[in-house]
Each structure stands twice: as C-alpha cells, then as structure tokens.
C-alpha cells in the first residue's frame, strides 16, 4: 500500500457544528503533517508530527485540533470555525522524522464552512 | 532561510509542443529539490525530486528536471505534452539538514491547447 487516504472527500459543515477529517497511512512512515490549501495557492503547514507527537504547530487557531491516535492515523478536529476555514485540507506522510525525506500527500477533503 | 520562486503564473501551450516550467531557489545551505502536480480537484502527486547525483532527473509522465546549482534553478520539462497535463505544478525545496518546512512555490497553472 502506497498511498495516503482521507476522508471524507467533502464536508459541508456549520460554523456552530464540530466534526473530524481523518487521514490514514499504511506505509510505516513516522512523520504524518497537515496543510491548509486555498483556491489557486501553495499549501499551507499547519500541524507536523514526529513519532506520534506534535512536533510544529504553525501558530494555527485552536478551532483546529489535530490528534494522532497511532502511527498510521492522524486526525484534524473541527469546531466552530468561520467561513473564510473554506478550503482544501491536505495530509501528507514522510517515512522518518519531520522533513527530512520525501512527502507523500493524499487528495484532500474540501472544506466548505457556512 | 529558503524560498521558491516560479516566475510564470500560468503556462499555455499547444498540445504536442514541448514544455518548460521555470523554478528557481534560494538557501544558505544545500537543497533539495520536488515538483509536485495538482490535477483538477485532487492532492498533490510526485512527479520527481532532486537529492543528489545526476543533475538530470527523470520523473512521471514523461517529465523531468535539471538541477543547475550555478544557477539556482530546477526547471521542469517535458518534450510534447498531452491535454492531460492540464494541472497546476508546485516546484518545492527544502534544505538538506532537514530542520525547515517544505517550501512550495506559488504554482504554474499549465494549460494544454488542442
């Protein structure tokens, strides 16, 4: 298994409602990263984790909570967020600590906040 | 401290002539470099990556790059492009010693003409 899957592919969502984006990976790799992208921009870092701990958190608003369960999972919790959140949200793996091998990225979840 | 400059914002060109998208870098130590390609409505796939050795590097799909270190340029080519190359290409770095983020560029959206 090469690849890193997430789901769901589109979440619609109410400023008011909590939910959660999961990304998974079957690679045995360590260090697992979520990015922010919008309409016609570069991704944005927004969370890394090294060895199933937080090890960079890009200043990001708490209404964004990431969580890593264990190695092959990595979850992005939701709440209360504001329309201008509306974006693409990329995961990305890497086979050993934050940054230092190639990054492996899944096709996202579009996010629409109303 | 690193960065990425992809000069060209968007790329027209004819269906089965050849291709150059420009990438050019900045780091005070040794890089690495990626290209990275966004179809429509999808994450981001390697399409190659320069680490080290050969200067010339061949990836998918029939593209590749040329790492010119006096330059500080790693330009993507391709020799006759498809209409299924119509995506938006990322080229990004980051340094060697593996303690700073992926750096993208702000993308080149390439548009094949029939």
């Known amino acids: 298994d090469t690849e890193v899957t997430q789901t769901p592919k589109h979440l619609v969502m109410g400023m008011t409602n909590k939910k959660s984006l999961k990304c998974e990976q079957h690679?045995?790799?360590?260090?697992m990263y979520w990015y922010k992208q919008k309409a016609k921009k570069p991704p944005e870092l927004m969370f890394v984790?090294?060895?199933?701990?937080?090890?960079i958190n890009e200043s990001v608003p708490s209404r964004f909570s990431p969580e890593c369960p264990n190695s092959s999972l990595l979850n992005l919790h939701l709440h209360a967020l504001q329309p201008e959140d509306s974006a693409l949200y990329l995961c990305?793996?890497?086979?050993?600590?934050?940054?230092?091998?190639?990054?492996?990225f899944g096709p996202g979840t579009r996010l629409t906040v109303l | 401290a690193q960065s990425v400059t992809q000069l060209d914002s968007q790329v027209p060109v004819f269906e089965e002539a050849p291709v150059e998208l420009r990438c050019n870098y900045s780091?005070?130590?040794?890089?690495?470099l990626f290209w990275y390609v966004q179809y429509p409505n999808q994450g981001l796939q390697l399409l190659l990556k320069?680490?080290?050795?050969?200067?010339l590097v061949k990836g998918i799909n029939g593209f590749e790059a040329e790492f010119n270190k006096s330059q500080t340029s790693f330009h993507l080519r391709k020799p006759s492009v498809h209409i299924s190359d119509t995506a938006e290409y990322f080229c990004?770095?980051?340094?060697?010693?593996?303690?700073?983020?992926?750096?993208f560029g702000t993308g080149t959206r390439l548009t094949i003409i029939p």
């Open positions: 990305a793996s890497s086979p050993a600590g934050a940054f230092t091998d190639t990054q492996y």
């Open positions: 690679m045995g790799h360590r260090a």
């Open positions: 984790y090294s060895y199933e701990k937080l090890s």
């Open positions: 780091s005070s130590v040794s890089v690495y």
């Open positions: 320069y680490l080290s050795g050969s200067t």
């Open positions: 990004a770095v980051r340094n060697s010693l593996g303690n700073e983020k992926l750096t």
